[in-house]
């Protein structure tokens, strides 16, 4: 037995409808839905009216959502795809119980989406490739849960930052927007805690020549992944009500804060997934260089 993933699945057991616990009517139309400090540098924040970060703040949130949809999808996906077969009991425990949360997250990100009032769902640019490789990865592989393990760390530190930054007086965020963050980091925190245990029993199994190749794939994909999740597309922004929404997501897309953001949002993927021994301490050299 897994003493690790015995804990997990003992937190697991209770279950609380996301749906049922949000205060929907403690939202506040006037405050933004992610503070300036985690979307915008320190020079951009002064010179965007407040209405205009509301509407940015709002097709941000509800990018992440979609995000969470997605990733969430396709976890379900794979797992259910399965059957479960072959799987430990503590294992296929874990996983239903992660499914069974990921449900009710999924859920709670369309209500959001369907109250921040724009005329569809985001779409996410840059995901197709990423899909077609992750349907492809079965559950009894590191390489699914190096994926999984990347997906969850990078949007549930995002969320973290959001939630540390709107503490100040001057850069509350929305009451609902907050709960949101908040109920899905408490679950998410036990998700992650999960895929590092299945990551760390499948990596054994991997033959150095395996992971000596997945390891010059993996970082690239881990880019593809904070380009579709980190950055807004004008689509996304036009729909909100963004002015000059082509000029402003090429002006986020060069800004060194953004950057900063998403390379600290990848940042605890990267760790554990350097030690590991799936990322490429080569690649991570060019990249500082």
């Known amino acids: 037995m897994n003493a690790a993933l015995d ?4 937190h697991g057991r209770s279950y609380e409808d996301p749906i049922a616990a949000i205060d929907w009517q403690a939202a506040e139309a006037e405050r ?22 509301i509407a940015l703040s709002r097709a941000e949130y509800t990018r992440l959502c979609a995000a969470g949809l997605w990733l969430e999808g396709l976890l379900i996906n794979r797992v259910t795809e399965s059957g479960l077969l072959g799987l430990e009991t503590e294992e296929a425990r874990v996983m239903l119980q992660e499914i069974r949360e990921e449900t009710g997250h999924s859920l709670m990100f369309l209500e959001m989406i369907d109250r921040a009032g724009h005329d569809d769902r985001p779409r996410l640019a840059g995901t197709h490739l990423l ?3 992750a349907k492809r990865l079965r559950i009894e592989t590191a390489e699914f849960w190096a994926m999984v393990f990347i997906g969850e760390t990078v949007t549930d530190t995002f969320a973290m930052k959001a939630l540390k930054l709107s503490k100040p007086a001057d850069d509350t965020i929305c009451p609902v927007a907050e ?6 980091h408490r679950e998410e925190a036990r998700h992650i805690a999960a895929a590092r245990q299945f990551l760390a029993s499948r990596v054994l199994g991997m033959s150095r020549h395996r992971r000596w190749i997945f390891a010059r794939t993996l970082y690239w994909l881990l880019n593809l992944f904070l380009e579709a999740t980190m950055y807004p597309s004008s689509d996304s922004l036009q729909r909100a009500g963004v002015l000059d929404a082509d000029n402003l997501v090429l002006r986020l897309r060069r ?27 080569t690649q991570l050299a060019r990249r500082g260089a």
């Open 7 to 10: 804990r997990i699945a003992k």
């Open 32 to 53: 933004p839905w992610l503070p300036k400090g985690l979307l915008l540098g320190p020079d951009f924040q002064s010179v965007m009216p407040d209405d205009q970060f």
């Open 131 to 133: 899909t077609a490789i």
């Open 179 to 184: 709960q949101v963050l908040n109920l899905h």
């Open 255 to 281: 800004d060194p804060w953004r950057q900063e953001v998403a390379a600290a949002c990848a940042a605890p993927a990267v760790s554990l997934l350097t030690r590991e021994g799936l990322i490429s301490m």
